[in-house]
């Protein structure tokens, strides 16, 4: 039986809860007005929108306070990067109407693709002259061509050289000559190799449905003239990206590892459950949250496009030699499960552990994050 008094007890305690609520919600409200001040300062100081040092200085700020309040710093923490990342998304929609070079002409060839339209979109709403060409229009490309200061190729990999190769006549002398492919060595040679003026390689590190550039990587690499070609990676920043610099060989050899590499694990993880016929379904009524957010990443890849990831996986002699160790590496390991060999097990456990370092606590933390916020979702 409910005490009686209760309702009358409870009443005026939830009362002033409700009337905290409506205080909080005002408290940031006049947070983003003040926020929306600072995107205008930045907007008219050609500022980046993320600032890492300001951000985690706020968070090291309010971790104590909030101890010394008696509220958990983690919840605390949690709660302030969201409201952070909104309005930092908020900066970056606002930033999307500034441009560096405002009324430059930009060319995007392969515009009609999905990556090519999202830059074009991104171009257009911060006032540049934009220039489509797409394959059935090549005969208008020296038309187009004309006065351009920069010429953007986004065209699958395995076309991209050639695009290089067809385009690079048509460009003014002083033109920025950059691609949107997500190997840099062949087509950045390519690029210098047939044109003369300014010439940069980019990487987005996202696709095209993203729907903002808020924090999104995009590394770059400078092929002739940087100077000349600094301007794209600060437009870039001001679309709220994180540029990240990187040579042609680096960048090509990092990619192997977090493209290739994990998209064929991933492929062959899922080929396995396949032939296994797993029931999906099933198996997640019995899965731990971290199962849960394994095979959604799973699942994530065969939500996508097949020839963007072949593409990807198959796109170099290099990354494909990787991907036959990879297999090989896997076969070593079966004379281990056949012996019941623990002890193997163990010290190779033991050893791949020591060389991860501190990154091990690193992954336990982040994953941790994401895990409680799956079950906070399902």
């Known amino acids: ?45 050609d500022m980046p929108v993320y600032h890492p040092a300001r951000e985690e200085d706020m968070i090291s700020r309010l971790r104590p306070q909030a101890k010394n309040k008696g509220l958990d710093p983690d919840v605390t923490e949690n709660l302030f990067r969201v409201i952070i990342r909104q309005s930092r998304v908020k900066q970056t929609f606002s930033m999307q109407y500034k441009g560096v070079r405002p009324g430059a002409a930009v060319l995007i060839v392969g515009g009609a693709g999905q990556m090519g339209a999202m830059f074009a979109s991104l171009f257009e709403k911060s006032g540049y002259g934009v220039r489509i060409l797409t394959e059935s229009d090549w005969e208008a490309a020296p038309q187009l061509c004309e006065g351009i200061d920069l010429a953007l190729v986004s065209v699958p990999i395995e076309h991209t050289v050639a695009v290089i190769e067809k385009i690079a006549p048509f460009l003014p002398a002083t033109a920025l000559l950059a691609d949107l492919t997500s190997i840099k060595k062949d087509p950045v040679e390519a690029m210098c190799e047939n044109h003369n003026g300014p010439v940069l390689g980019l990487h987005p590190l996202f696709g095209p449905t993203t729907s903002s550039l808020d924090k999104q990587i995009i590394v770059y690499t400078p092929g002739r003239d940087m100077s000349a070609g600094h301007w794209l990676v600060e437009q870039m920043g001001l679309w709220g990206a994180i540029p990240v610099q990187a040579s042609a060989v680096e960048h090509d050899e990092i990619m192997e590892i977090v493209q290739a590499l994990r998209h064929f694990a991933t492929f062959c993880f899922g080929r396995f459950l396949f032939e296994k016929q797993v029931k999906i379904q099933r198996t997640l009524e019995f899965s731990s949250p971290i199962y849960r957010l394994e095979l959604g990443m799973v699942g994530r890849l065969f939500a996508q496009d097949a020839g963007l990831y072949a593409q990807i ?66």
């Open 313 to 378: 996986v198959f796109a170099t002699k290099e990354r494909r030699d990787l991907l036959k160790q990879f297999v090989t590496s896997l076969a070593r390991h079966t004379d281990m499960l056949e012996k019941k060999d623990i002890s193997s097990f163990t010290r190779q456990f033991n050893e791949i552990a020591e060389w991860f370092g501190p990154f091990s606590d690193q992954a336990l933390r982040e994953s941790t994050f994401l895990i409680d916020r799956l079950i906070e979702r399902f």
């Open 1 to 45: 039986m409910t005490d009686p008094g209760f309702s009358d007890q409870i009443r005026p305690l939830r009362d002033e809860i409700d009337r905290i609520d409506t205080q909080i919600l005002t408290l940031l409200a006049r947070r983003q007005e003040q926020v929306d001040q600072v995107a205008d300062l930045k907007k008219k100081c």
